[in-house]
């Protein structure tokens, strides 16, 4: 079961944040008609991100874990998103999956922590979807630009995302933020 607050948009980048003892980004909800390309394409949908950024950026992706939270009924990681070949971040990510819509080896795959949650459930042909709470846009971050290898400032866009499986039931709760569009060849 999901435990996150609803009413708050950010969460679990929020969850993350203050555990983590650094400020919550400064950040503006807005309309994803709104929204620039490339990030319009990427973010706008109620598909998944992990298809999307492999599409975009020409490779498979791989997670590297910053950090993580277990508990009996909620797996939580802050994460990077990678390009396997190359090692380029390509998403940051905060997630909150419920643990207990998952069993046997997709769960051990989970908690394993090398493949992104979408392409697990793609992978096992799980029927789910992206029910965007709302699209962000992120003003200059300190661990955003560490975490995207940017030394000046930037802003960053993003969206807050619900996956749902079968019946409605949440999946996951998900803060993904993307690598800078000026940025993307680096």
Known sequence: MIVADVSDLLYPLTLFCQNGGHPLPTYEAIDGESMPEPYRGLLVHHGDMTSRLEGFFGGEI???????????????????????????????????????????????????QHLPLGGLLNRFGIHYRSEP???????????MQRVFGM???????????????????ALACIVEVLRPAESTNS
């Open 133 to 143: 709470k709302g699209f962000i846009k992120l003003g200059a971050d300190v661990v």
């Open 62 to 112: 791989e997670i590297e874990v910053l950090h993580r939270e277990h508990t009996t009924e909620a797996y939580r990681r802050e994460v990077v998103l990678r390009i396997a070949a190359t090692g380029l971040p390509v998403e940051y990510g905060a997630i909150e999956i419920d643990l207990g819509a998952f069993d046997g080896e997709l769960r051990r795959l989970i908690l394993e």
């Open 151 to 169: 030394p000046e400032a930037h802003e960053f866009y993003g969206r807050c995302n619900v996956l749902l499986g079968e019946g409605g039931r």
